[in-house]
């Protein structure tokens, strides 16, 4: 998986479980676990990334910004990259279907979301987190410029 999907879907599973647990809805321990080191291992290298995901959804992130310094993080450090593996495996095994429908709804926003970046290619990198919790195999590298 490339390293900026995993990034992304990192980012997009600690949203999607800050949003199930303002509701009724529950998502497995071992994903709340994953998803809880994931953000100390996290908060040791770019507290201030971790500061901006913590308050999503209530406040606007800027996505492509976090994924980008989640991936330079986890580059930097095979701890943080690690965490967001653990966290990614866990996120693809949940069951909640609410969970996997919250993750393709913040690819969507991704997807609508206007390019701020040159680095990032919007379209595709949504259409492989989309195609990861759909079962597909979507091998295709993500435009970097």
Not at 29 to 53: C, E, M, N, Q, R
Not at 57 to 64: R, T
Not at 68 to 95: H, I
Not at 106 to 114: R, V
Request: charged fraction near 20%; glycine fraction near 4%.
């Amino acid at each position: 998986m490339e390293p900026l999907t995993t990034a992304a879907i990192a980012i997009g599973s600690i949203i999607a479980t800050k949003a199930l647990e303002e509701t009724t809805e529950k998502v497995t321990g071992t994903l709340l676990d994953k998803t809880g080191k994931f953000l100390v291992t996290l908060k040791k290298h770019s507290p201030y990334t971790v500061a901006a995901i913590e308050k999503a959804p209530k406040q606007p992130l800027d996505y492509g910004k976090a994924v980008l310094e989640v991936q330079s993080a986890a580059q930097a450090n095979p701890e943080v990259a690690q965490a967001a593996q653990e966290l990614v495996q866990a996120a693809k095994a949940e069951p909640n279907p609410n969970f996997i429908q919250s993750i393709q709804q913040l690819a969507d926003t991704l997807k609508s979301q206007p390019q701020q970046s040159s680095v990032i290619n919007n379209q595709k990198l949504a259409d492989e987190i989309k195609n990861v919790f759909q079962g597909n195999t979507f091998n295709a590298p993500v435009t970097f410029n």
